[in-house]
């Protein structure tokens, strides 16, 4: 499923590509998606397919990350209007954003969890991901998951991102994050438990030349930003200001 929120202004400032987090929609983002079309740029979200409870559930689309910057550049083959693009994307989206402008998957790292060399646990939303990938995916799969992992799969289109509370920072490699030439916003809270800052925003921050960091706020939690908890609309409402400001510099000529 796409979802686009029409700049409210007659000439744009560019678009914006939205990437939920895991097993969330689009729709999740819409306190993100609002301002910024108001502000007079286009967003266009999309649910992920696979990983998006709007759609269903698949085992596959919660290990083959990579699949997601695909998504996105697949829609703006569709949707693209010939404007300057940025990307945004929270948690697992957050990685996706990073993966559009240059962000690589460790193909090495990504091969020892595929073949359980390294043990790591299912996420939340799939408790049974591992046993179900661990009953179906055969080692030639496995494979050719591995190798497909550390391709590069940015978009040149896209030249600017935000990542909040962005997701695997310790499967990526160094080169390819410090590789990264376009601007970069990246945006955590004080106690998110889900990509804790200091293995995942900040570890982008340090590598991504010039990436600016932020704090949304220290008391948070992860899901301050798709779930109704205490504080949320602030925070949420600082973070979406702040958005606004960074895409309509980056995306105005």
Same mark, same amino acid.
């Given at each position: 499923?796409?979802?686009?929120?029409?700049?409210?202004?007659?000439?744009?400032?560019?678009?914006?590509?939205?990437?939920?987090?895991?097993?969330?929609?689009?729709?999740?983002?819409?306190?993100?998606? !609002?301002?910024?079309?108001?502000?007079?740029?286009?967003?266009?979200?999309?649910?992920?397919?696979?990983?998006?409870?709007?759609?269903?559930?698949?085992?596959?689309?919660?290990?083959?990350?990579?699949?997601?910057?695909?998504?996105?550049?697949?829609?703006?083959?569709?949707?693209?209007?010939?404007?300057?693009?940025?990307?945004?994307?929270?948690?697992?989206?957050?990685?996706?954003?990073?993966?559009?402008?240059?962000?690589?998957?460790?193909?090495?790292?990504?091969?020892?969890?595929?073949?359980?060399?390294?043990?790591?646990?299912?996420?939340? !939303?799939?408790?049974?991901?591992?046993?179900?990938?661990?009953?179906?995916?055969?080692?030639?799969?496995?494979?050719?998951?591995?190798?497909?992992?550390?391709?590069?799969?940015?978009?040149?289109?896209?030249?600017?991102?935000?990542?909040?509370?962005?997701?695997?920072?310790?499967?990526?490699?160094?080169?390819?994050?410090?590789?990264?030439?376009?601007?970069?916003?990246?945006?955590?809270?004080?106690?998110?438990?889900?990509?804790?800052? !200091?293995?995942?925003?900040?570890?982008?921050?340090?590598?991504?030349?010039?990436?600016?960091?932020?704090?949304?706020?220290?008391?948070?939690?992860?899901?301050?930003?798709?779930?109704?908890?205490?504080?949320?609309?602030?925070?949420?409402?600082?973070?979406?200001?702040?958005?606004?400001?960074?895409?309509?510099?980056?995306?105005?000529?």
């Amino acid at each position: 499923m796409t979802y686009v929120w029409s700049a409210a202004a007659a000439t744009t400032g560019g678009t914006v590509l939205l990437s939920h987090g895991t097993g969330g929609c689009a729709l999740d983002l819409s306190w993100l998606a !609002e301002p910024l079309a108001s502000a007079g740029l286009r967003v266009i979200g999309v649910d992920h397919h696979g990983n998006s409870h709007r759609g269903g559930y698949h085992a596959e689309a919660f290990a083959r990350w990579w699949d997601r910057p695909q998504d996105l550049s697949v829609v703006l083959d569709h949707l693209a209007d010939g404007g300057p693009v940025g990307v945004a994307g929270f948690s697992l989206g957050g990685y996706t954003a990073a993966a559009m402008l240059g962000a690589r998957i460790d193909a090495d790292v990504f091969g020892a969890i595929a073949t359980r060399r390294v043990t790591v646990l299912s996420p939340p !939303e799939y408790p049974t991901l591992i046993d179900e990938l661990s009953d179906r995916i055969g080692a030639d799969d496995i494979a050719a998951w591995i190798s497909e992992s550390g391709e590069d799969y940015a978009d040149r289109r896209v030249t600017a991102g935000l990542l909040i509370c962005p997701a695997q920072g310790q499967l990526l490699t160094s080169t390819s994050l410090r590789g990264i030439t376009t601007p970069v916003s990246i945006w955590w809270t004080g106690e998110d438990d889900q990509t804790p800052a !200091e293995t995942n925003a900040l570890h982008y921050a340090s590598l991504i030349p010039g990436a600016t960091q932020h704090c949304a706020d220290p008391s948070a939690g992860h899901y301050v930003f798709v779930r109704d908890t205490p504080g949320a609309d602030r925070v949420r409402s600082r973070l979406a200001s702040a958005a606004v400001a960074f895409f309509r510099e980056q995306l105005t000529a």
